[in-house]
């Protein structure tokens, strides 16, 4: 008996998608077993089809003989997006820049994404995009490992709140440890992915680089994520990827040689610039802790004074130490 009030279970464009791909394949079907199919209401597939019909063009007819569905003619790609010529090249811009990921997560998903909406766009477009794509080019330093069976199962236990159990190692040698956690978000960072969750032993919320994460085990047991957590909120006082718990109002000079690099790009949320008489910039962020922007900072070299906090100050003047005795002054050997 044909559905009449059930609710639409996926958005209509994933609906008209896989009529499509029913119709595409040459089947013949009917309204009663589309609806069975995906879950809808008759109705629901009727006004579908009619849209697909007149409103994209697609050659869907009705048999009254045979009281089915059916394409008059093969049909090659869904004409799924209508796009200015600035919006397609935004797109394969995109498609370029993700080839620095491959072998980390999403890359064969998003590539896969970007090509079945490109192949749509082909009747379209009065430029080639093979040649635009040869005039650009990216490159990302430092890209982080990654294990996409573990990234995989993680993602599953974020999307399904289902509590986690790893193994983990700290940087600098530190002994691994087992942790269980309750898994809120997964944020890449610096180029690198990293989970925030609820550590279970600690009482706390921690940031776990998938990196150093072994031996993952998703529990059956299952949470409920606090209403107020916000990724954004979290990482607000973090330069990279770790927070830390502190409450620090970092200000740095720097000199006008390098001042241009640092207006010209954001930074931090928090940041602030101010203009210097001599050409330099300060700049001001608000944060919760310092190890990251201490590294960030030594990149600098001479080009940046930090003038507070004195523990940051106190920092860098200790790894400036620390340099400069890796670099002895030569000794005048004796002629």
Known sequence: MPKTSLPSSRPPLARMLRIHEILQDGRQTNGTKLAEQLEVSTKTIMRDLAFMRDQLDLPAEYDP???????????????????????????????????????????????????????????????????????????????????????????????????????????AGAAVEHRRVQPYHLANRESAWYLVGHDLDRGSLRTFALVRMKSLAVAERKFERPADFSPEKFFGKAFGAFVGTGDYRVTVRFG??????????????????RELPDGGVEFSVQLGGLDEILRWLLGWGGDAEVLAPKELRDLVRTKAVAVTQLYPPRKNSAT
């Open 65 to 171: 003989q045979t009281f089915t569905w059916r394409y008059a003619y093969p049909v090659k790609n869904f004409p799924t997006v209508q796009i200015s010529e600035g919006e397609l090249l935004a797109l394969l811009v995109a498609r370029k820049a993700l080839e620095q990921y491959k072998g980390t997560p999403y890359h064969d998903q998003l590539a896969h994404a970007f090509d079945k909406l490109s192949a749509g766009l082909n009747d379209r477009i009065s430029f080639s995009p093979s040649g635009t794509m040869g005039n650009i080019s990216f490159h990302q330093a430092g890209l982080g490992r990654s294990d996409l069976k573990l990234f995989e199962k993680l993602s599953r236990a974020v999307n399904e709140s289902r509590e986690v159990a790893f193994d983990y190692k700290k940087p």
């Open 256 to 273: 006008a040689a390098v001042a241009d690099q640092i207006r010209e790009r954001f930074w931090h949320e928090s940041q602030e610039i």
